[in-house]
């Protein structure tokens, strides 16, 4: 099954949008009822706690380069961070934490940002780190020749320099307070390249940077070897200090995605990526580790307000009461995703919170049209009104494409909840291209879309007044732009939450999307591989430096 998404260029990819939460009516917490809890390994293995050395085997479908700035490909770019680094990285709650940037600042107008360096990295060739390797870096995500995932990160720069060798300092165009967020690229070393274009250069070939483990060989056809950085900065430490267990990583290359499960089942791996489709394959079974996470991935009803029925607030607020996205998960795809209202991760730092807004209620949804001049047809059960000297029923096209089963079996239970509260819906494939051009044009009813969302929790895409290309539903409030714009420029972390909290109140009253689900990811790890196995969706190779290789009983 294909599935197509909309997508909004971030850190990697990205588009479309989405509506949101929290608001002042009945709201109710929901429980991902996939716990991570670590299975139990059979009984081959023997775990004597964390040891040194052994060997590591990961995925990765042939290289288009091995420098992490131009890579497109995205097994590359995630191995890739455990050679190089960035000036910070995101936790699992998407906070961005200190790596190479010991500390940073921003000025009081939200223009000027300095990033303290740390004074104890070395690159792994024994070269001291210092401000002009991130301004080179800067200067080629910046420089029109070069193509990287990682122009989205700096469109909003428009100077920077290195002030010593431990600072850094940017100046932006306008205010952006996610800005820590967004410096999450690879730092490259200029020393490296020596004056050479890094697009041409033979020095991608043999990638150096400041990670804990080193580049040391490839075949160039189905073997990249990395081994431990025993030079790594944080092996030294003033705090603490940390060596990874493992000794070597191996990247066994082979032709496509689909290979990876294929080569973890015959042990050729040790872990691999999985998407939400592929987890059945794995149930039931003690001699692996599934840690499931929410992806990127998020579902939503998209609702046209130019539609003069869609246009009632009362009649989308009755659909988000109507549809139960929790049962909608139990029953198309049982463990496969998590419901949510809002494009961003729940439980992140900016919304700490998996509480939907509109407890599913069908007796709700239903008393909120009547006492609403809303009435029910008693031959055909479908409400209807007169708007505006206009009689309009509440019959309605849902639109979902072709190729996808799961949003087409998604869209009929969605339909048989609405009419069970007097709304018609037809549910009409059609080709993504023709879907595309409806959605385009505002000449929808609605459509069952998704979206992969940025590592970085700023919503304008989808909620601005000027983002007409992702705003599908055509949604406009200047409050809502009000408050997009301060979260923009807000340092302080506690007024950007309230900001953050007071906007999606409004967006859930006047619910200009209705938000479904998270699909979930997860990483499979072989049962020799244990540790901190806490992988999470900006970091698959999280915490590595904590994993171990146990030895089977003999």
């Known amino acids: ?37 670590q299975n139990e390994f059979s009984g081959d293995i023997m775990d004597k706690g964390p040891v040194r050395g052994g060997n590591l085997r990961i995925f990765s479908t042939a290289p288009d380069t091995l420098n992490p700035l131009l890579t497109q490909n995205l097994y590359v770019k995630d191995f890739s961070e455990m050679i190089f680094e960035s000036l910070v990285r995101l936790d699992k709650s998407q906070r961005p934490l200190p790596v190479l940037a010991d500390k940073w600042e921003v000025s009081q107008d939200g223009l000027s940002w300095v990033f303290y360096l740390r004074n104890d990295v070395a690159w792994q060739d024994g070269t001291p780190f210092t401000a002009e390797d991130v301004e080179f870096t800067l ?14 990160n700096i469109e909003d720069i428009s100077a920077f320099t290195a002030v010593n060798k431990n600072t850094i300092k940017i100046i932006l165009k306008n205010p952006n307070s996610f800005l820590a967020e967004l410096m999450t690229f690879p730092i490259i070393s200029k020393r490296h390249f020596n004056g050479d274009s890094i697009v041409t250069s033979k020095k991608n070939e043999t990638p150096m940077g400041t990670g804990p483990y080193m580049f040391l060989s490839s075949d160039g056809k189905s073997l990249i070897k990395l081994k431990l950085n025993e030079s790594w900065w944080r092996a030294s430490g003033k705090k603490e200090k940390i060596l990874p267990y493992i000794s070597s990583i191996d990247v066994v290359l082979n032709r496509s995605s689909k290979d990876a499960i294929n080569d973890f089942q015959d042990e050729k791996i040790d872990l691999t990526y999985l998407k939400n489709r592929d987890f059945s394959k794995f149930n039931g079974r003690n001699d692996v580790y599934l840690k499931k996470f929410p992806s990127n991935n998020y579902e939503y009803l998209s609702l046209n307000l130019k539609n003069a029925v869609l246009n009632d607030k009362v009649v989308r607020q009755a659909m988000a009461y109507a549809i139960d996205k929790v049962k909608l998960i139990d029953k198309i795809i049982p463990g496969e995703a998590i419901a949510a209202d809002l494009p961003v991760i729940p ?44 009689y309009r029923k509440l019959e309605l096209e849902l639109l979902v494409n072709e190729d996808n089963d799961v949003r087409f079996r ?6 048989s909840q609405l009419e069970a509260c007097g709304i018609k819906v037809a549910v009409k494939k059609m080709k993504w291209d023709e879907e595309f051009k409806k959605i385009n044009n505002k000449t929808y009813d609605m459509a069952l879309l998704g979206l992969s969302i940025p590592d970085y929790s700023d919503i304008s895409y989808a909620f601005s007044s000027d983002s007409y290309a992702f705003n599908t539903s055509g949604y406009k409030n200047p409050e809502v732009d009000g408050y997009l714009r301060q979260i923009k420029s807000e340092n302080d972390d506690a007024k950007k939450k309230a900001m953050f909290f007071n906007m999606r109140s409004i967006i859930s009253d006047e619910m200009p999307y209705i938000g479904l689900y998270f699909y979930n990811h997860a990483v499979l790890f072989n049962k020799r591989v244990r540790g901190d196995l806490s992988s999470y969706q900006w970091n698959k190779y999280n915490d ?11």
């Open 347 to 390: 439980d992140t730092w900016l919304y700490e919170s998996n509480a939907l807004s509109y407890t599913a209620s069908v007796k709700s949804a239903r008393d909120l049209l009547l006492q609403n001049g809303w009435k029910e047809d008693m031959t055909t059960g479908i409400m209807y009104k007169s708007v505006g000297g206009v």
């Open 139 to 152: 200067k080629n995500i910046q420089d029109p020749k070069v193509n990287t995932l990682y122009k989205k």
């Open 544 to 554: 590595v430096t904590k994993w171990y290789i146990t030895a089977p009983v003999r």
């Open 410 to 415: 998604i869209g009929e239970m969605i339909a």
């Open 1 to 37: 099954m294909k599935s197509r998404v909309i997508k909004v260029v971030s850190t990697l990819l990205c588009i479309n949008i989405f509506l949101t939460s929290c608001s002042l009516r009945d709201s109710v917490n929901i429980e991902n009822k996939e716990k991570n809890t």
